[in-house]
Antibody
Framework: EVQLVESGGDLVQPGGSLRLSCAAS????????MHWVRQAPGKGLVWVSR????????DYADSVKGRFTISRDNAKNTLFLQMNSLRADDTAIYYC??????????WGQGTLVTVSS | EIVMTQSPATLSVSPGERATLYCRAG??????LVWYQQKPGQAPRLLIY???TRATGVPARFSGSGSGTEFTLTISSLQSEDFGVYYC?????????FGQGTKVEIK
C-alpha cells in the first residue's frame, strides 16, 4: 500500500525557515517524480515544486522560486522541502504527492505551515 | 501558464440527480486534464485522468469528457458521499495548474 506521511509543519515567524519531510512507503521511491502542493486555508490547490527520481531536476512555482528547495533521500525514501524567507502568504497545508504521467495519484495527509508573528 | 476556469463555483444537487461540472482551459490542453475530489479535512483524491479515464476504485457514476479547452465531469446519480470540492488540473512538461474548484453541496 502506498503511503505518504508529511511532517515538519509548524508556526514560524515571517522571514523564518522550516523544513518539511515526507516519508514514503509501499513503492519504489526512486522511480517516481515527487511534488509538493499547497492549500491556503479555505482556498484551492496550488502546485509548489517537483523533483525527478534521481534528484537531478527540480521545478518551482514562481511564487517560491529562490526561497524553497526541494530534495530527496532515496536511501531513506524521504522527500524534503526547505522553506526559507517565509511570508504570511506561504501559510497553507502542504501536501506531498506522487505523480505519474502528470497526474497526482497519491497524496499524504498534509502538514500545516503557519507564518505569523 | 494555462489558466483553468471551473464553473459553477457551487452546485446544489439532490441525491439521485445528475451533477455536471465544467472546466475550461485558457488554451488547448489536448486531453491532459485531471479531476480530483476533496472532502473537508482530507487530501484530494484522484478521480479522472486523461480527461475521461476513471482512476482505480472510482465508481462508474463518475465520468469525464472533453478535449481541447472544454471539459466536463458528470456524476450521473449523486450519492450523499459525493459532497465536497472538485478540482480540475492540467499539466505540461514542467507546470501543473489547478482550477479554483467547484463545491458540490447536497440539497
Amino acid at each position: 500500500e502506498v503511503q505518504l506521511v508529511e511532517s515538519g509543519g509548524d508556526l514560524v515567524q515571517p522571514g523564518g525557515s522550516l523544513r518539511l519531510s515526507c516519508a514514503a512507503s509501499g513503492f519504489t521511491f526512486s522511480n517516481y517524480y515527487m511534488h509538493w502542493v499547497r492549500q491556503a486555508p479555505g482556498k484551492g490547490l496550488v502546485w509548489v515544486s517537483r523533483l525527478n527520481g534521481d534528484g537531478g531536476r527540480t521545478d518551482y512555482a514562481d511564487s517560491v522560486k529562490g526561497r524553497f528547495t526541494i530534495s530527496r533521500d532515496n536511501a531513506k525514501n524521504t522527500l524534503f522541502l526547505q522553506m526559507n524567507s517565509l511570508r504570511a502568504d506561504d501559510t497553507a497545508i502542504y501536501y506531498c504527492t506522487r505523480s505519474s504521467n502528470g497526474r497526482f495519484e497519491y497524496w499524504g495527509q498534509g502538514t500545516l505551515v503557519t507564518v505569523s508573528s | 501558464e494555462i489558466v483553468m476556469t471551473q464553473s459553477p463555483a457551487t452546485l446544489s444537487v439532490s441525491p439521485g440527480e445528475r451533477a455536471t461540472l465544467y472546466c475550461r482551459a485558457g488554451q488547448s490542453v489536448s486531453n491532459n486534464l485531471v479531476w480530483y475530489q476533496q472532502k473537508p479535512g482530507q487530501a484530494p483524491r484522484l478521480l479522472i485522468y486523461d480527461a475521461s479515464t476513471r482512476a482505480t476504485g472510482v465508481p462508474a457514476r463518475f465520468s469525464g469528457s472533453g478535449s481541447g479547452t472544454e471539459f466536463t465531469l458528470t456524476i450521473s446519480s449523486l450519492q450523499s458521499e459525493d459532497f465536497g470540492v472538485y478540482y480540475c488540473q492540467h499539466h505540461d512538461d514542467w507546470w501543473w495548474t489547478f482550477g479554483q474548484g467547484t463545491k458540490v453541496e447536497i440539497k
